[in-house]
């Protein structure tokens, strides 16, 4: 099963109320509105073998990744984290030293990120082989700002990323980023943000997310990519900071006037990088020096 | 690792912020305060060999009893169910039909229980056998009640429970149970309801729960409880309305006045039947046939 038209089909299955769901299915949060209010929710989870390893990076490291990671998505629509729940499903032999470990990381992730753990579940695989799996349910809220989504970018606008990208699973930067909601918050606040979303698939794929949300094809330098150090001495550090994902860097879109505002002035303390722009169409072209090809979502191709 | 215990010592942790978090880890549901309204949040986990199983129940079963066990707790609280998010860990080889008939079986539930599904996370279990885990979070609402915690119950208060018990899962009533909803609010509407849980774990060890977190004892008469038609025929079925748990009825303590009013009108269509009382002290205590003896949360202990 292909789970990207999965869940596209999921995204299709409608039925919603638009007067609770402001934002269904497809983006980083539900956006509901409740009580005069608009609420965000994201659930998300991470997996022992696929999204990290309880051998070789322990309990509490992945109990703070899987709440970090979920949080992330609060600042991919410029939210700010209200509180978290989680679910572990724990592994036969899982030790009470493990679970308090995984409960610390989880912990330490949501005091400091102030979105405190109000819940969860435990529970236990019965005979047979289940692996460690925690889900991360977060809570936000918008405030005086809208959310930011991944559907509004336009033709014409900007595309800038904050940070460098590539190698972070390599070199477990994955385990200790801290989501950038601050910086996100900063920006729609005052740059006028068309779209954001957080790179957690890899650059390459999660600007194609937000450009077939929008409904606009988007061009990307090359050499503009931030590629992050952990990346550097790789074969092919570009290949790394275009398909590696789990930067949990923000990616977005915005008018030019605001972007050049934005660039020259760098409030962030992360640096911001313009590294492309939207245009009408679809899907994604690379220019690399000075020729441009299609860009899968996988990432480019190393020509060999 | 005893779980109970562990989520026993989770609660203890504290160090949630008063001004937002109303009740935290301990409870069915946790309540926020938000916007000048009481949130609930609940999150659950239905693991594939744990709480049903895929062979067997197949996928849409199980999709609709992780949403409906989920939102269950939102009932256990006297809450209004607002939206859902649900995760799912596929199994290697899971196909697409069976990925849709997971989602029309949440869907089904999130429809029927007014409690739309707005989002969630799809994720492959990579090389190695990872069972199906779906983690379903539900948010709620208080509306003009007070939630009705599990900690509310006094030396003196009537027990009362809806329907029947046992043998849920023996006959399958697990899959297509319900949720208590509007027989729980207008409990707490019109019944002053000192405390409430809904069972999953069993009779003996959710009045344990309730009991325990009212800090109170609680007496239970055994020819009084009612025993489900799905566990009559089974060897021992008083053990079994005790401790099969997954009835996903409500358990409730409040003043003898109430319930007699209660008892005497029995408005909520399904039959509410006063199976005990609250008493000072600690611990579970079964009458029957004039004896009394300890009742342990695992139920009662056939004699031999």
Excluded at 157 to 168: P, W
Excluded at 278 to 298: E, K, M
Aim: hydrophobic share 45%; net charge negative; aromatic share 4%.
């Amino acid at each position: 099963m292909r789970e990207s038209e999965f869940i596209q089909w999921i995204c299709q299955q409608g039925g919603l109320d638009p007067a609770l769901v402001e934002v269904g299915p497809g983006d980083d949060c539900a956006v509901l509105k409740l009580g005069g209010e608009r609420l965000l929710v994201t659930t998300d989870q991470l997996l022992d073998g696929v999204h990290g390893s309880l051998k070789t990076h322990g309990p509490e490291a992945l109990g703070r990744k899987a709440a970090a990671r979920a949080v992330s998505d609060i600042a991919a629509m410029a939210g700010l984290p209200v509180a978290m729940v989680a679910t572990v499903a724990a592994p036969r032999g899982f030790s009470r030293p493990q679970a308090e470990a995984l409960y610390r990381g989880l912990r330490a992730a949501a005091d400091e990120l102030s979105c405190p753990l109000v819940g969860g579940d435990l529970a236990a695989w019965a005979a047979g082989p289940g692996p460690l799996a925690i889900t991360v349910t977060v809570l936000g809220r918008c405030g005086e700002l809208a959310p930011v989504l991944r559907s509004g970018a336009r033709a014409g606008d900007v595309v800038c990323v904050t940070g460098a990208l590539g190698g972070a699973w390599r070199s477990g930067r994955d385990l200790t980023f801290r989501p950038r909601l601050a910086e996100a918050r900063l920006l729609a606040e005052r740059f006028g943000l068309h779209a954001l979303i957080d790179i957690s698939d890899g650059l390459a794929a999660d600007l194609g997310h937000l450009a077939a949300a929008s409904g606009v094809g988007a061009e990307l330098d090359a050499s503009a990519v931030p590629v992050h150090a952990d990346a550097a001495g790789l074969a092919d550090p570009l290949a790394a900071a275009l398909s590696d994902g789990e930067d949990y860097e923000l990616l977005f879109a915005l008018p030019e006037g605001q972007a050049e505002r934005l660039l020259a002035s760098q409030p962030l303390g992360v640096p911001v990088t313009r590294i492309g722009r939207i245009v009408a169409g679809a899907g994604l072209t690379l220019i690399r020096d000075g020729r441009r090809q299609a860009l899968p979502p996988s990432g480019w191709e190393h020509e060999t």
